[in-house]
């Protein structure tokens, strides 16, 4: 198999098509945000995701294959998001993607966007070297729906290691940010205003630090973020805020990077990786570099456009499931939440 597979991704507020070669090379990657059409009411609204889907899956599949110089006809086969995800933004893409098949001949395979992520770290550029990662490595998966741990033995094989209780890590900065009226997405926000800001002002508590389980909790640090307003009232003044944002992401920091640096040495695994939009994050980017540093576990980090949701991931995991073979036809549904899967194959 040597021809480039299409991604398409309609899973939450990005609508994105992407044209990924079988060794990871990145031939075109468009993603259409809808942060614009988000961010006055403080968060997703499932019904407006839809319709920008609806607006803009056409152009962004169009534009994928213009910018990468390749026709459908010679494209390997396409790969969409099944889920997990919101069901009506689900509902653009797979279909969106079933027309596409049915009119080509192309093979389709249903993707979990998990894997998507999972994957992200081999992606490159055409003028990158290509990422040798290494199995058996072990990925924390951080984003706005989901915050988990997972060994990662194969292209296809994993295993949940551990996961969030509550919120996911992205979703405690997004709410954080509602909170201190910072707007929408909260991540990239505190992210910036914690780099001009003092992490150790207010001591928040680190979640389930001293617990021996690979898990995590981050509502309760929310709560503690809003009595801390309660108490002393919004931060005044710029440095004010930004102390306050560099205290809260420390504590959600510490406990990504120091469960994932205990699940590396439980797992014996020296290789971890970080994916989700949360990677992004320069304190945890940081922050994991030397933890891992310290003993000796190799730290992979996807670029910071494939952390965030896009369709390359999508279409990378899809030429590990194309590439045996696979076809999904016409008849797979959509699904909302992750299967439930300790150990598993994607
Ligand atoms: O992976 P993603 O794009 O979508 C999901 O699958 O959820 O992740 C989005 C989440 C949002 O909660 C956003 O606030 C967070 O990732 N995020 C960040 C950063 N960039 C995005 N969180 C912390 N620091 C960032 N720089
Ligand atoms: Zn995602």
């Given at each position: 198999m040597t021809a480039p597979v299409l991604g398409i991704e309609t899973s939450c507020d990005e609508t994105a098509a992407a044209l990924v070669s079988q060794?990871?090379?990145?031939?075109s990657s468009v993603v259409a945000s809808q942060v614009k059409e988000h961010a006055p009411y403080g968060g997703i609204v499932p019904e407006l995701a839809s319709r920008a889907h609806m607006k803009n899956v056409r152009w962004v599949v169009e534009a994928a294959l213009r910018e990468a110089d390749v026709r459908l006809v010679d494209v390997e086969g396409i790969a969409v998001t099944q889920?997990?995800?919101?069901m009506g933004a689900l509902l653009v893409g797979l279909p969106f993607a079933k027309g596409v098949a049915l009119a080509s001949g192309l093979p389709l395979v249903g993707v979990n966007h998990l894997h998507g992520h999972l994957l992200s770290p081999f992606l490159r550029q055409r003028h990158e070297e290509p990422v040798?990662?290494?199995?058996p490595f072990v990925a924390l998966l951080a984003s706005g729906g989901h915050t988990a741990l997972y060994r990662v033995s194969s292209w296809r094989d994993v295993e949940l290691l551990g996961q969030t209780r509550d919120d996911a890590a992205g979703e405690a900065f997004d709410k954080a940010a509602k909170l201190l009226g910072?707007?929408?997405?909260g991540g990239p926000v505190i992210d910036r205003l914690a780099a001009q800001g003092?992490?150790?002002?207010v001591a928040f508590p680190v979640p389930?630090?001293?617990?021996?389980?690979i898990e995590f909790s981050f509502s309760g640090l929310k709560t503690a973020l809003a009595y801390h307003v309660r108490r002393n009232g919004p931060p005044e003044g710029d440095q004010a805020m930004a102390d306050l944002c560099a205290s809260f992401q420390r504590s959600v920091v510490e406990s990504l990077a120091r469960k994932a640096v205990q699940a590396c040495a439980l797992q014996d695994t020296p290789r971890l990786v970080l994916v989700g939009?949360?990677?992004?994050n320069r304190g945890l980017r940081a922050r994991a570099q030397e933890l891992c540093s310290k003993v000796g576990v190799d730290l992979v980090v996807p670029s910071l456009r494939y952390c965030?949701?896009?369709?390359a991931m999508i279409a990378f995991a899809g030429v590990h499931r194309l590439a045996q073979g696979e076809n999904d036809g016409l008849d797979f549904e959509a699904y909302s939440r992750d299967p439930d899967r300790r150990r598993g194959k994607f």
């Open positions: 060794d990871g090379t990145v031939l889920g997990p995800g919101l040798d990662v290494g199995f910072l707007g929408y997405p003092d992490p150790s002002a389930i630090a001293s617990k021996k389980q939009g949360v990677a992004a965030t949701d896009n369709a």
